[in-house]
Structures are given as structure tokens and as C-alpha cells.
């Protein structure tokens, strides 16, 4: 069984930082990429930013040169570094990973439970 965990939401000023992790367990053979997604009350779920098993990475523009998303693959984890916050980064923040669990089963997609941030003076 796969398991994601995130960790590292809060309450934080505009203009305040704050560091998400999300932490794979269980049945791991291979990690492929990791996103961060994000959900605000009455919109949908975005894709915020995304890194390769190679490191490559990608964001929305609406984070760009503020968020860095990198990743330990010695610790099956991911983190996502939100600086220069905005109150409309509030969101609920979900980490997603594809994953082979082992070696003879393909890749499939986990989500986290979500981790709560909320940016407000």
C-alpha cells in the first residue's frame, strides 16, 4: 500500500514563506514525477508545479519565481517552497506522485490527504 503524506500548511502573513513536504511509504519500486496541486473554496483543483524523475520542473504562472518545488528521492520526498505569499495562494495544497509500487506492476497515479494554507493578515 502507497502512502502520501503532506505536511507543513498553516497560517501565514502576506508576504510570509512557508515550506510543504510530502513523504512517500510503503510498496515503492520507482517514483516517476511529482506535482503539487491546489484547491481553493469553489474552484477547481490547479496543477501548481511539477518535477521530473530527472529533476526537470515546471510551473503555473501564477507561482512562478515565487514557488520552487524539489524533491529528495533518497527519502521518496517531495517539497514545494512558497515564498512572497499571496492571500490568493490560499488554497488546500495536495501532493501527487506516480508510482510503481513493484517492478512488475505499472506506474499509477497516489494522491495525499491535503494540507491547509491559508495566507491572511
Known amino acids: 500500500q502507497v502512502r502520501l503524506v503532506e505536511s507543513g500548511g498553516g497560517l501565514v502573513q502576506p508576504g510570509g514563506s512557508l515550506r510543504l513536504s510530502c513523504a512517500a511509504s510503503?510498496?515503492?519500486?520507482?517514483?516517476?514525477?511529482m506535482r503539487w496541486f491546489r484547491q481553493a473554496p469553489g474552484k477547481q483543483r490547479e496543477l501548481v508545479a511539477v518535477?521530473?524523475?530527472?529533476?526537470?520542473?515546471n510551473y503555473a504562472d501564477s507561482v512562478k519565481g515565487r514557488f520552487t518545488i524539489s524533491r529528495d528521492n533518497a527519502k521518496n520526498t517531495v517539497y514545494l517552497q512558497m515564498n512572497s505569499l499571496k492571500p490568493e495562494d490560499t488554497a488546500v495544497y495536495y501532493c501527487?506522485?506516480?508510482?510503481?509500487?513493484?517492478?512488475?506492476?505499472?506506474?499509477?497515479?497516489?494522491w495525499g490527504q491535503g494540507t491547509q494554507v491559508t495566507v491572511s493578515s
Open positions: 501527487n506522485a506516480v508510482i510503481r509500487p513493484t517492478s512488475d506492476r505499472p506506474y499509477n497515479d497516489y
Open positions: 510503503g510498496s515503492i519500486f520507482s517514483i516517476g514525477s
Open positions: 518535477i521530473t524523475s530527472a529533476g526537470n520542473t
